[in-house]
C-alpha cells in the first residue's frame, strides 16, 4: 500500500486477531527477516548493520515487535 507497511490476518490467526496491523519501516525489516528461519541474535545483527543506534537497543525493540507479532498470532513458531 504505498510505503506503508501492513500485516492482514489469514487462515488460523484471522480467528485471533480480525484486522490490519500497520508497521513502520524499522518493523518491516523485522517481518521481512522473519520471512526465513531465524533467531533474535540474528536480526539483531542485521538491523545493527542496517541501523545507526546501540545493539541493546536494538535487541529491545526487536523482542518488543516479536512480542506484538506474538499478541496478534502473526507467528508460527
Excluded at 508497521?23 to 531465524?38: P, Q, R, Y
Aim: glycine share 6%; hydrophobic share 40%; net charge negative.
Amino acid at each position: 500500500m504505498g510505503d506503508e507497511h501492513v500485516l492482514v490476518a489469514t487462515g488460523e490467526a484471522a480467528e485471533k486477531f480480525r484486522g490490519i496491523a500497520r508497521s513502520n519501516e524499522t518493523a518491516a525489516f523485522i517481518v521481512d527477516c522473519l520471512k526465513e528461519e531465524t533467531t533474535l541474535d540474528a536480526i539483531v545483527e542485521k538491523m545493527c548493520a542496517e541501523y545507526d543506534a546501540p545493539a541493546e537497543r536494538i535487541r529491545t525493540d526487536v523482542s518488543k515487535v516479536l512480542d506484538t507479532l506474538r499478541s496478534i498470532g502473526a507467528l508460527d513458531e
